[in-house]
Every structure is written in structure tokens, then in C-alpha cells.
């Protein structure tokens, strides 16, 4: 099996290598048959890749552990559902795992029947291929010559080292698939972009056609952002969700140059406008995914999530540069071609506040690429590695991420074109006033002190009111013109215009994720104590009140998985009143010989409170525990579900859209397409 694997993936390398030469060769020659070749060899990489995913899962499920990939991410004692998992586990495993995901995208891609499209759109079909199947004939390369997971070894071990103990989350487990997806796909919107700027067809169709693959791939990465907050936040046992880490910085870095592109794509559709900065954002998105991919694989920066150094660092550098440079080659080469049709009107108007949001965005993704890129060039320079921690993050992109949610609340209640200051200031009058309100209540109610925080409640209140009054608005008028029940009217907004309030819940999201970020950030308060069995200790927030845990023992156990598990039983009061116990874990994996430490919480919506075990004496006469109240932390997860939410539907295709399938070749303006 593990040869039939590793055949399987050497010939899914000579198909994508024969689908991009044969894409390119029909196109130049007019050969359309070729063209068709290529569409049918892009299917044949992406199923025989499939083939070789579910070879590798048969033998990571069923304990093959001659293959040293199995060996080292696998054993007897994992349970069925991590030994599935542990397929992208590891770096070897992992890298086969990112080209099916591209190939199963780039198949896709190929379902659509062109011949019922714009024959200008059809025309950039075959280029669309090649490049997907350029990037496949890397990354299948990676495979193949450093990274086989099909690699035996010499001896034939009775068990397997296991899988990281950090790994054994849920949300871990889910994690980097998401992130894959949202990179994978990413490279569908580039292949598009690249196959405009080669066929100089820069006009909005390509847009069109891909803005769902973008949105798609854009979600993903939301949701792998989210999940590794979560998994960090319930693993890790440091009472955060998001430390600036390298690794995490790089997947976040595409995400704040793919979310200006969605929002500026509409100014390129409804005004003929940003052609050349829509572009630049796409290209750009695709390069900073390699780049994260990069860092994640190299092992150049230490991370808790990257993988260790290996080979292939050198060889993705020179892949980087080369897509780099061809990318901005072709990009300055058809400068004039992307010249935008219209110019700004005013600046009180939409256009002005999405392009201010841009450059906001682009700041942010700035910022961000200099800290965790900071360390290689202190390095370099000085040979010394010079770590960029989280308060350098914190205080340059706090005012941004500010300006953000202002924009959110202010850009939709604007016309295109221009709109007068008078007109301005009486639509943003009740969301202002609800701001102001809810800062003076923090500040006399609560007696809330700190500013950043107060502002940025104030900044939240002020985006909520104006996105509601937008949903009010819409029903209100429905329910005047078509006499419809609350309901039904706002359901017939989404459906009628499914962008734009499919939008106004995303931004819905992201205020509650910003009031969970804001209450968890600014107010968070911690504790550590040794307690004896029978002691108490206490911790209290201004914002939520008062916590005292009572500390009862040790309980020890095993599990069947080889871990040997510690529990300590706590009984929790809040504000006086019993409010049940918590049980902190420290988990001892014996194969790994490493520990584990997992915390437990107490949940609501107002707050956790989130107590680690951090060590103890004996067989538990005394423990010390770390404890922090987290006010607030729950809206990050109801944000992101919102968020979610409202990506899902605005991706949703309606029934128009519904794909058909991709037949025959035919020419089209001398060019060889496919048609149905």
C-alpha cells in the first residue's frame, strides 16, 4: 500500500506537469483538444492524489508502522478519530493533505460550463489551468522529492510514537484544515487574476467569476483564525487567545489583504473604478499565503505552531521569489490596460470611506508582516534574533483596528458619488448619540475608567446602532409597501439583496468579537496561589465581581490512550453564592514522556473564570493554581459564529447560479476556450 501510495502521487506530479504544458501549448497553437487534455489531466491529478490521501488514512487508522510518517505521528493507544487526523499532523503528511485540498479546488474550478459565460471570460480558461497546475507541479514536487509520507523504514516497529500532545484538541484537529482551505483557495481567485493580466482581459469579469471562490477561501481562513484562537486559548493554559505569534501572524496577514479586496471589488463592479489596487490586493494576498506557508514550514521562526526545519525551506524561498517576480512582471507590464474607467466624486462618499478602510487594512497587514518578519532581519543583520512581542502589536494596530469599526458603521449609511455633510451628520445623529450614551453609562454607571476601553465600547455601540438602523429601515419599508410581517420582511431582504445584509451581519460579528477582545483585554485579572486541602482564594474584577475557590484535592487516574491524568476538584462562589466547582487537569502523555496542562472554566456570557493547575506537593496536600477572571472572552466565540453566519450567506449561490458541467473545447476571438 505505501508504494501504491507514493506511485499515486508521482503520477499526479507528471499529470499537473503535463496539464499546465498542454494548457499553455493549446492555447498558443490553437489546438483546442489539447486544451480539453489539460482539463481532463487536471481530474486525473486531483483523483489520483485523492487515492493517495486515502492510502495514507488506511494506514495511519490501521497502524502500519513500517511507514515512518505512521511511526512517528501514530500509535495503538490513539483513539480511531486522532489517528484519522494525524494526517495533517507533521510536515510530510500535512504538505500531501494542502495539494489534494488545491487539486480538489482546482478540479472544481473545471465543473463550470465556460460556454455560457462572456466568450472574454472563456478566453483565460486554459491560462487558468496551467497556473493551478503550475502551483500543483510544486507543491506535488515537495512531495515527491523531500517531504514522502510514504517513506518506510528499515525495521518494523509494534508501535508508533503518537501524535503531539498539543495537537489533541478539537479544535487543533480542525484548525489547520480550515487554514488550508482558506489558503488553497486562495490560489483559484490568483490563477483568474493571472489569466486576465496574461490575456489582457482586466476588465470586472474575472471578478465576477471568482468572487465566491475569494469569499469562500476568505471564510475558511476566518474560521481557522477563530479555531486557533480557541484551541489556544483552551490548551495552551495561559488565559489568552492570541498572542502575536509568528505562525499565527502569518495566516492572519492574508486575511487583512483579502478582506480590503472584498470590500474594494465593489467599487471596481458599480463604478468602474480601483482596477489596478484590486490587482495589486489579489496578487498580493497570494504571494503573503506562500510566504505564511512558508514561515509555518521552514522552521526559521520558533512558534508552538510551526513545524521543525526542514529541506524544503530553501527550495519554497526560490518558488516565492519566481511567483513574485512573475507576478509583478506581468502586473506593471499591463499597467495601462487597468486603467480605472471613473475618479473619486468627493470625498464624503463610499468609494472615499472603502478606500480609506484599504489603506487601514493595509497598514494593519503592514505592521503586522514587519513584527513577525523582524526577528529574520535582526538576525541577518546583527546575528541577533530579536523577538517583536505582543506589546509592540498591541499599541500600533489598536488605534487602526479602532478606525475599523468606526468605518464599518459610517461607510454603508453613505450614497456612492457623493453624499452632502448635512445629510451626513443626521444619519450618523442616533448611532452617535447611542455611543456617547454608552461611554457616559460605562463611565458614572460602572465606574469604568480606562479610555482605550471606554472608546472602544463607545466605537461598538456606535456600529451596532448604525448596521441596525440599516436592517430597520429595510423592513420598515417593506412592511409599508407589502404590508409583511417582521419576519418575513427581513428574510426578503437577505434574499433580494443578499450581499449587502449578509455584510451588515458580518459586521455584526465583528463588533461582537471586538466587545469579547475589548472586556477580555482591558479588564482581565489574574491571580496565582498555594492552597492547602480545605483553603480558599479569592479574585475579583471591577467589571464582573467576585470569585473565591475553595480547594478540595487531588484525584489521579489513567486513561486508556496512555495518559496519566491529574484533577483538581475546586468548589467556586460567586459574589457570595455557591456557583458550582471547577476541575483543572494535568494531563502526563507517556509515550511523548510530556505533560500537559489543561485548564477548566466556568462560562457565561458576562465572563469565565479560567483556573490552570499549576503544581502541587506530594500527593496533593498543598496545590498551586493560577486563576483569571476573562470578562466578556465568551462574545469572541458568538462573534466569530455570527461572523460565520453571515459569510455563509452572502457565498450562498442562488439558483441562477447553480454551476453546470464543463464539455468540449471551441475558439472564441482566436483563442481556444471550452464550451458546452
Known amino acids: 500500500?505505501?508504494?501504491?501510495?507514493?506511485?499515486?502521487?508521482?503520477?499526479?506530479?507528471?499529470?499537473?506537469?503535463?496539464?499546465?504544458?498542454?494548457?499553455?501549448?493549446?492555447?498558443?497553437?490553437?489546438?483546442?483538444?489539447?486544451?480539453?487534455?489539460?482539463?481532463?489531466?487536471?481530474?486525473?491529478?486531483?483523483?489520483?492524489?485523492?487515492?493517495?490521501?486515502?492510502?495514507?488514512?488506511?494506514?495511519?487508522?490501521?497502524?502500519?508502522?513500517?511507514?515512518?510518517?505512521?511511526?512517528?505521528?501514530?500509535?495503538?493507544?490513539?483513539?480511531?478519530?486522532?489517528?484519522?487526523?494525524?494526517?495533517?499532523?507533521?510536515?510530510?503528511?500535512?504538505?500531501?493533505?494542502?495539494?489534494?485540498?488545491?487539486?480538489?479546488?482546482?478540479?472544481?474550478?473545471?465543473?463550470?460550463?465556460?460556454?455560457?459565460?462572456?466568450?472574454?471570460?472563456?478566453?483565460?480558461?486554459?491560462?487558468?489551468?496551467?497556473?493551478?497546475?503550475?502551483?500543483?507541479?510544486?507543491?506535488?514536487?515537495?512531495?515527491?522529492?523531500?517531504?514522502?509520507?510514504?517513506?518506510?523504514?528499515?525495521?518494523?516497529?509494534?508501535?508508533?510514537?503518537?501524535?503531539?500532545?498539543?495537537?489533541?484538541?478539537?479544535?487543533?484537529?480542525?484548525?489547520?484544515?480550515?487554514?488550508?482551505?482558506?489558503?488553497?483557495?486562495?490560489?483559484?481567485?490568483?490563477?483568474?487574476?493571472?489569466?486576465?493580466?496574461?490575456?489582457?482581459?482586466?476588465?470586472?469579469?474575472?471578478?465576477?467569476?471568482t468572487r465566491r471562490w475569494t469569499l469562500t477561501a476568505w471564510l475558511f481562513l476566518s474560521v481557522g483564525l477563530v479555531l486557533g484562537g480557541w484551541w489556544a486559548y483552551d490548551v495552551l493554559g495561559w488565559g489568552g487567545y492570541w498572542g502575536w505569534d509568528p505562525v499565527e501572524n502569518s495566516s492572519l496577514i492574508p486575511w487583512l489583504v483579502a478582506t480590503p479586496f472584498l470590500h474594494s471589488v465593489m467599487m471596481q463592479e458599480n463604478r468602474g473604478m480601483m482596477k489596478r489596487w484590486n490587482m495589486?490586493?489579489?496578487?498580493?494576498?497570494?504571494?503573503?499565503?506562500?510566504?505564511?506557508?512558508?514561515?509555518?514550514?521552514?522552521?526559521?521562526?520558533?512558534?508552538?505552531?510551526?513545524?521543525?526545519?526542514?529541506?524544503?525551506?530553501?527550495?519554497?524561498?526560490?518558488?516565492?521569489?519566481?511567483?513574485?517576480?512573475?507576478?509583478?512582471?506581468?502586473?506593471?507590464?499591463?499597467?495601462?490596460?487597468?486603467?480605472?474607467?471613473?475618479?473619486?466624486?468627493?470625498?464624503?462618499?463610499?468609494?472615499?470611506?472603502?478606500?480609506?478602510?484599504?489603506?487601514?487594512?493595509?497598514?494593519?497587514?503592514?505592521?503586522?508582516?514587519?513584527?513577525?518578519?523582524?526577528?529574520?532581519?535582526?538576525?541577518?543583520?546583527?546575528?541577533?534574533?530579536?523577538?517583536?512581542?505582543?506589546?509592540?502589536?498591541?499599541?500600533?494596530?489598536?488605534?487602526?483596528?479602532?478606525?475599523?469599526?468606526?468605518?464599518?458603521?459610517?461607510?454603508?449609511?453613505?450614497?456612492?458619488?457623493?453624499?452632502?455633510?448635512?445629510?451626513?451628520g443626521d444619519t450618523l445623529l442616533w448611532p452617535t448619540a447611542i455611543g456617547v450614551a454608552t461611554m457616559a453609562l460605562l463611565y458614572l454607571g460602572l465606574g469604568l475608567k480606562i479610555f482605550g476601553a471606554l472608546l472602544g465600547f463607545a466605537l461598538c455601540a456606535f456600529t451596532l446602532t448604525s448596521t441596525l438602523i440599516e436592517y430597520w429601515r429595510g423592513v420598515r419599508a417593506r412592511r409599508r409597501s407589502r404590508n409583511e410581517s417582521y419576519p418575513v420582511a427581513l428574510l426578503t431582504l437577505f434574499k433580494r439583496n443578499q450581499r449587502r445584509y449578509s455584510g451588515y451581519l458580518i459586521h455584526i460579528g465583528v463588533v461582537l468579537l471586538a466587545i469579547g477582545i475589548i472586556g477580555s483585554r482591558f479588564y482581565q485579572v489574574e491571580t496565582q496561589q498555594n492552597l492547602a486541602v480545605g483553603e480558599s482564594m479569592s479574585i475579583s474584577s471591577e467589571l464582573i465581581g467576585s470569585y473565591e475557590l475553595t480547594y478540595h484535592g487531588l484525584r489521579e487516574g489513567d486513561s486508556p490512550?496512555?495518559?496519566?491524568?491529574?484533577?483538581?476538584?475546586?468548589?467556586?462562589?460567586?459574589?457570595?453564592?455557591?456557583?458550582?466547582?471547577?476541575?483543572?487537569?494535568?494531563?502526563?502523555?507517556?509515550?511523548?514522556?510530556q505533560p500537559m496542562t489543561i485548564p477548566d472554566k466556568r462560562s457565561t456570557l458576562q465572563d469565565d473564570l479560567y483556573v490552570i493547575l499549576a503544581g502541587w506537593e506530594g500527593s496533593g496536600e498543598t496545590a498551586t493554581f493560577k486563576a483569571y477572571i476573562n470578562p466578556l472572552v465568551n462574545w469572541i466565540w458568538v462573534g466569530g459564529v455570527v461572523f460565520m453566519v453571515g459569510t455563509l450567506i452572502a457565498g450562498w449561490p442562488k439558483a441562477q447560479d447553480a454551476p453546470q458541467r464543463f464539455t468540449s473545447p471551441a475558439k472564441v476571438g482566436g483563442a481556444v476556450v471550452a464550451k458546452g
Open 1 to 209: 500500500m505505501p508504494h501504491v501510495g507514493f506511485v499515486a502521487v508521482t503520477l499526479a506530479l507528471a499529470l499537473a506537469a503535463y496539464a499546465s504544458i498542454a494548457a499553455l501549448v493549446g492555447v498558443q497553437r490553437q489546438r483546442p483538444e489539447l486544451v480539453l487534455s489539460a482539463r481532463n489531466a487536471a481530474w486525473g491529478v486531483a483523483g489520483f492524489l485523492s487515492l493517495a490521501v486515502i492510502i495514507l488514512e488506511y494506514l495511519l487508522i490501521t497502524g502500519h508502522y513500517q511507514t515512518e510518517y505512521v511511526h512517528n505521528n501514530s500509535n495503538i493507544a490513539a483513539p480511531l478519530f486522532f489517528r484519522m487526523t494525524a494526517l495533517w499532523g507533521s510536515q510530510n503528511g500535512s504538505l500531501l493533505f494542502w495539494a489534494w485540498l488545491l487539486s480538489v479546488f482546482g478540479a472544481a474550478v473545471l465543473l463550470r460550463k465556460w460556454g455560457s459565460i462572456q466568450p472574454q471570460l472563456r478566453v483565460l480558461m486554459p491560462y487558468v489551468i496551467a497556473v493551478i497546475q503550475l502551483n500543483l507541479v510544486f507543491f506535488i514536487g515537495l512531495v515527491v522529492f523531500l517531504a514522502n509520507p510514504f517513506q518506510q523504514l528499515g525495521f518494523i516497529p509494534t508501535d508508533g510514537l503518537g501524535m503531539n500532545p498539543l495537537l489533541r484538541h478539537f479544535g487543533m484537529i480542525i484548525h489547520p484544515p480550515m487554514l488550508y482551505l482558506g489558503f488553497t483557495g486562495l490560489v483559484i481567485p490568483y490563477a483568474f487574476a493571472m489569466a486576465a493580466l496574461i490575456t489582457r482581459q482586466t476588465g470586472d469579469e474575472w471578478i465576477r467569476t
Open 280 to 424: 495589486a490586493l489579489i496578487l498580493l494576498t497570494y504571494c503573503l499565503m506562500l510566504n505564511g506557508t512558508f514561515l509555518t514550514r521552514a522552521g526559521l521562526i520558533a512558534s508552538v505552531h510551526s513545524f521543525a526545519q526542514s529541506a524544503i525551506g530553501p527550495v519554497f524561498l526560490v518558488f516565492i521569489a519566481l511567483m513574485f517576480a512573475f507576478s509583478l512582471y506581468m502586473f506593471v507590464s499591463r499597467w495601462e490596460t487597468l486603467k480605472s474607467e471613473n475618479e473619486l466624486d468627493s470625498f464624503i462618499s463610499r468609494e472615499s470611506f472603502f478606500l480609506l478602510n484599504n489603506l487601514i487594512f493595509i497598514g494593519l497587514a503592514v505592521i503586522v508582516w514587519w513584527g513577525t518578519h523582524y526577528p529574520l532581519f535582526s538576525e541577518a543583520l546583527t546575528g541577533e534574533t530579536i523577538v517583536v512581542g505582543p506589546p509592540f502589536y498591541e499599541k500600533t494596530t489598536a488605534p487602526l483596528w479602532a478606525i475599523v469599526v468606526l468605518l464599518m458603521g459610517v461607510a454603508p449609511l453613505i450614497p456612492w458619488r457623493r453624499a452632502s455633510l448635512k445629510k451626513l
Open 561 to 593: 490512550d496512555d495518559r496519566l491524568i491529574t484533577e483538581a476538584v475546586l468548589s467556586v462562589t460567586y459574589n457570595g453564592r455557591p456557583a458550582g466547582e471547577v476541575v483543572p487537569i494535568r494531563e502526563f502523555f507517556v509515550v511523548q514522556q
